[in-house]
């Protein structure tokens, strides 16, 4: 490594095994690169970074204490708590795939498999510390934000043929700066030009980027589809999917996108977490319940592991019981119980009384034991509103809309409402899910079981229109129950007896069949759906 490099290179080394520790001293030392720090802790690395400033990091991905290096790094750059300006290395033993994907998707400078030798170590540290120290006047304006001065910095750059090492690099950076300057057009081009040189697969990317923010969606997803076959750049087009699917409000085609992308990469939080804001946007409660699972299985043993982790699973358990069959109710009752059990081992100091009252009134309301979940609710404090997270009041708004309290749940509601729009950051997600469930609120009194029941005794005693509303309703709710969209459907077709089937009457069929034929029907609901089925081809 040349001598002056080495000489002004501040370096932290994040690994919790001594002999590593020893070994890696032992190799700086012989390139020459002295002035090193040790950090045997993710919580200790985040102490170092945000005190000082260091040329590279070289971080173990298998850390064992506290949190690993995977969910270190994606803090580090989640917070902007990394400069561009410093180097981050990976280094591990492990090579499995979900590691190699998860490299991919975090992309840090560089990966170094164990075992390796100084002089491998000479040469990817050398690379990759040349390349930081070329484009480092680049890097601290854009970490002043001084994006413009950045951009004439690259531009200079390019035009210096002694730089031509690190063209490629600067290129990448150029098509950055020019999409955070919001000149999209000129990005666009500048992609398209790169690409008829040589397809790079960051101009790809970027080119996507540029479209959608064009709103040039069609071929942004032509493209996107065809990056989503490359090993190399699948999680990324994954991600750029789901932006697109969000964008157009295909919410339903987002979450399948976001869940393909979880299954590689199980470890990425926020995907599960975008999992359980479209889960419930489509009201897909197994999802949101299994998203929330992963949730707590990925962040155990991790900064991210906390209280609310397993209390939003119970959360989610009780969503799903509401909904669901009552065969299957207990089992995830049972589960619910599990996790709130998890969460008090794992936390016995953690104070969430009010938050437990809520849940416990809601598993009660659920076994049909509404006078005494009405008592628990009761006891819950009047002066919490300003002061409960958005989950904790989500939870209050359903166990009072239960309950009857429409006029309390709508309340809490709105509170929620409010504070998304003095908190941004909650997400554009979150914000539609609670003006939806405040719609719904508003216009459906009853549970999702409640109007089912009802609907069946109105078509039995022939009131349709009564029977038609209520499954209707119920099915606003739970699109993804197969036996009420059978419900509905036969409701439909006993109407288009008498009167036939509207074109808005047709739309609803077309779903409720698509639900049936997704979902799971008894021997006796086979049996109907058959005869309904028989009907709606000799109709229409």
């Known amino acids: 490594m040349d001598a002056k490099l080495a000489s002004?290179?501040?370096?932290?080394?994040?690994?919790?095994?001594a002999?590593?520790?020893?070994?890696?001293?032992?190799?700086?030392?012989?390139?020459?690169l002295r002035n090193v720090i040790y950090a045997d802790k993710a919580t200790s690395a985040l102490k170092y970074v945000e005190e000082d400033h260091f040329d590279l990091i070289i971080c173990s991905y298998n850390l064992k204490k506290d949190q690993d290096g995977y969910y270190l790094?994606?803090?580090?750059?989640?917070?902007?708590?990394?400069?561009?300006?410093?180097?981050?290395?990976?280094?591990s033993a492990d090579t499995s795939s979900e590691l190699v994907h998860s490299i991919i998707e975090l992309q840090p400078d560089d990966f170094l498999a164990k075992p390796f030798s100084v002089k491998d170590l000479d040469k990817r540290l050398s690379r990759v510390l040349k390349r930081k120290r070329a484009l480092r006047k680049v890097y601290q304006l854009m970490e002043k934000d001084e994006l413009n001065q950045a951009l004439d910095e690259v531009e200079e750059f390019l035009m210096?043929?002694?730089?031509?090492?690190?063209?490629?690099?600067?290129?990448?950076?150029?098509?950055?700066?020019?999409?955070?300057?919001?000149?999209?057009?000129?990005?666009?081009?500048?992609?398209?030009?790169?690409?008829?040189?040589?397809?790079?697969?960051?101009?790809?990317?970027?080119?996507?980027?540029?479209?959608?923010?064009?709103?040039?969606?069609?071929?942004?997803?032509?493209?996107?589809?065809q990056l989503a076959f490359k090993p190399d750049s699948q999680l990324m087009a994954y991600d750029l999917l789901y932006g697109l699917n969000v964008k157009q409000e295909d919410f339903e085609s987002a979450l399948e996108t976001v869940l393909m992308a979880a299954e590689i990469s199980p470890r990425n939080l926020r995907r599960h977490n975008a999992a359980i804001a479209l889960s419930r946007l489509t009201h897909?409660?197994?999802?949101?319940?299994?998203?929330?699972?992963?949730?707590?299985?990925?962040?155990?043993?991790?900064?991210?592991?906390?209280?609310?982790?397993?209390?939003?699973?119970?959360?989610?358990?009780?969503?799903?019981?509401?909904?669901?069959?009552?065969?299957d109710t207990a089992n995830l009752l049972k589960q619910a119980n599990d996790y709130i059990r998890q969460f008090k081992v794992a936390f016995p100091k953690a104070e969430l009384q009010e938050q437990m009252k809520v849940i416990n009134a809601r598993l009660l309301y659920i076994q049909d034991e509404k006078e005494k979940a009405r008592a628990l609710v009761e006891q819950l404090s009047s002066d919490s509103l300003e002061t409960d997270d958005f989950e904790d009041l989500l939870d209050k708004a359903k166990v009072f809309h239960a309950l009857g309290m429409h006029e309390k749940s709508l309340q809490v509601l709105d509170e929620i409402e409010q504070r998304c729009q003095r908190h941004p950051e909650q997400g554009e997600l979150f914000l539609r899910y609670i003006k939806q469930e405040k719609k719904e609120k508003a216009t459906i009194k009853q549970t999702p079981k409640e109007l089912n029941n009802s609907a069946v005794e109105y078509y039995q005693t022939g009131e349709l229109d009564n029977a038609m509303r209520s499954f209707r309703q119920a099915y606003?709710?739970?699109?993804?129950?197969?036996?009420?969209?059978?419900?509905?459907?036969?409701?439909?077709?006993?109407?288009?007896?008498?009167?036939?089937?509207?074109?808005?009457?047709?739309?609803?069929?077309?779903?409720?069949?698509?639900?049936?034929?997704?979902?799971?029907?008894?021997?006796?609901?086979?049996?109907?759906?058959?005869?309904?089925?028989?009907?709606?081809?000799?109709?229409?």
């Open 476 to 540: 606003t709710l739970m699109p993804k129950n197969a036996s009420i969209a059978l419900n509905l459907l036969q409701a439909i077709v006993m109407k288009a007896k008498e009167q036939g089937i509207s074109e808005s009457a047709n739309t609803v069929v077309k779903r409720c069949i698509s639900t049936i034929e997704n979902g799971a029907l008894n021997e006796e609901q086979e049996q109907r759906y058959l005869r309904v089925k028989s009907f709606l081809q000799e109709v229409v």
């Open 19 to 32: 002999l590593a520790q020893g070994y890696m001293k032992y190799a700086l030392d012989e390139l020459g």
């Open 284 to 327: 897909d409660y197994e999802i949101q319940f299994e998203a929330a699972k992963r949730i707590v299985k990925f962040a155990k043993h991790s900064i991210h592991d906390k209280p609310q982790n397993y209390i939003n699973v119970a959360r989610a358990g009780i969503d799903y019981a509401m909904t669901a069959d009552d065969k």
């Open 160 to 225: 210096t043929p002694a730089n031509a090492e690190f063209f490629p690099l600067a290129l990448k950076t150029k098509g950055e700066l020019l999409l955070a300057c919001g000149m999209n057009e000129q990005a666009r081009e500048f992609y398209r030009a790169i690409i008829n040189v040589q397809p790079f697969t960051w101009a790809q990317l970027g080119l996507v980027n540029a479209l959608i923010k064009l709103d040039e969606d069609d071929e942004a997803e032509k493209l996107i589809l």
């Open 73 to 91: 790094y994606d803090q580090l750059k989640s917070t902007n708590a990394l400069p561009l300006s410093t180097a981050f290395v990976f280094i």
């Open 8 to 17: 002004s290179c501040k370096v932290l080394i994040v690994d919790d095994q």
